[in-house]
């Protein structure tokens, strides 16, 4: 680690993982001044290709993480499923940010879900299971169709099946113990028949003062990310009724940093809280930036990554606010484009007929894979419509083969 530079405004910030979140955090602190080391057992790492400060060690690595700890004043992380028992022994030395508990109840569904339940939250009908035989006699009792999900370890739609029938949960039964586990904690979720998926973010500081950004609304597609849109087309009872949810998540978790609340909403009478025609449920939390918030870098006057580089900082938040009227859109660059088009570098020069596409981010990831996460645009447009038909449209100009020469 580099001596620490006299007109640094504060911290030696650690970064947990060095993929394209911790990479755009690295950004916003250096932007401070701040002196930043970055942890990835990834020698591809994104991050790795801009700065130079990365260790590269197992995330069981003991000895590696203890250096890494003792060399830096605050630590924070990218993905919340580094390994708790190790971080455990090592997050009292120094701030751990946006907390231990906060990583502990975001590993794992059930403990989120029981936090919900604890705080008032609204959140979709649930019950635990943690075997085969008792998914099969809890599901029976819990009524089909539900969710089923790995308490722990499972994103973008991984470790979950849907049970419809008798045959489903025999299927799910084997799918979720394939690798020969006796037990696994498990959680049986109703299904929300939502009309859409939205996150709100809250930035907290140590002192408690928050500051909740507008609501996004989500699009997936194959359970990964595909665009988010802000404003959500919400009525704006709805959108403050969810930032309230956010912020009331964020305190009940005492967040020192960022935390995303992604939620659903469906129409009024399916259970959740309800907002005239609507009904909000929490579906999940992430502790750290969110794909979703990219968006922010472009569309709000305070970006995710910087409102929480500020927040290692020990420096003042400030209200993100929209930065135009009309509507922004970040749609997620998937593997799958690459892999389509068959060559290496999409078809950037089409930028030049897409004006509305305001920023380009590709993190440089060696591979492209299948709903890999290769980079992200934002563009504006007057309203909602025009601007999700802009996610197609460059994403279809990008994939487009042009002759040579
Ligand atoms: P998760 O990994 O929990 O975010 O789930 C991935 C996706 O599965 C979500 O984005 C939803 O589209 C869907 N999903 C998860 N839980 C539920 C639920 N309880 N009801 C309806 N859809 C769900």
New binding site residues.
């Given amino acids: 680690m580099i001596a620490r530079p006299s007109s640094s405004v504060t911290a030696r910030v650690g970064i947990l993982g060095g993929g394209q979140l911790g990479m755009m955090l690295a950004g916003s602190l250096y932007k401070l001044g701040a002196d930043v080391a970055l942890y990835d057992p990834d020698p591809h790492a994104p991050a790795r290709r801009r700065y130079a400060h990365v260790t590269t060690a197992a995330w069981t690595d003991r000895a590696a993480l203890a250096r890494f700890f003792s060399e830096v004043d605050v630590v924070t992380y990218e993905f919340e499923n580094v390994d708790a028992t190790v971080i455990t022994e090592l997050a009292g030395s120094i701030p751990f940010r946006p907390g231990l508990s906060v990583l502990t109840t975001t590993q794992d569904r059930l403990a989120e879900k029981r936090l919900c339940r604890a705080h008032g939250l609204p959140h ?1 009908r649930f019950e635990a299971a943690s075997c085969a035989d008792e998914l099969r006699e809890v599901g029976r009792a819990f009524g089909l169709p539900f ?1 089923v ?1 790995t308490a722990r370890g ?4 991984k470790g ?1 099946a849907r049970v419809v029938d008798e045959a489903s949960l025999d299927r799910a039964a084997a799918q979720l113990f394939a690798d020969g586990a006796a037990r696994r904690s498990l959680i049986l ?4 028949p ?1 009309t859409m ?1 939205a996150s709100c973010i809250v930035a907290r500081d140590a002192a408690g003062r928050a500051e909740v950004f507008p609501v996004f609304e989500n699009h ?1 597609e194959r ?1 990964v990310l595909d665009w988010t849109l802000v404003p959500a087309r919400l009525p704006p009872a709805v959108a403050d009724a969810a930032r309230e949810i956010a912020l009331d998540a964020a305190r009940a978790m005492d967040v020192v940093g960022l935390l995303t609340t ?1 939620l ?1 909403v469906a129409q009024a009478g399916a259970g959740g809280r309800t907002v005239g025609e609507h009904a909000i449920f929490v ?2 939390f992430a502790p750290r930036p969110h794909n979703s918030g990219h968006v922010t870098r472009t569309a709000t006057t305070l970006s995710q990554f910087d409102a929480l580089a500020r927040i290692l900082c020990e420096l003042p938040l400030s209200s993100p606010r929209l930065l135009n009227d009309g509507a922004f859109v970040m749609g997620n660059l998937l593997g799958d484009l690459w892999l389509e088009r068959g060559a290496p570098h999409l078809a950037f020069e089409e930028w030049a007929r897409h004006p509305e596409v305001l920023d380009v981010v590709l993190y440089g990831k060696h591979e492209a894979r299948p709903g890999r996460k290769m980079g992200h645009f934002v563009a504006h447009a007057p309203d909602p419509s025009q601007a999700i038909d802009a996610v197609a449209a460059f994403r279809r100009a990008l994939g487009q083969a042009h002759p040579a020469g």
């Fill in positions: 979709a969710i999900k499972g994103y973008d739609g979950q979720e109703e299904i929300v939502f998926e997936h359970h992604e659903f579906n999940e």
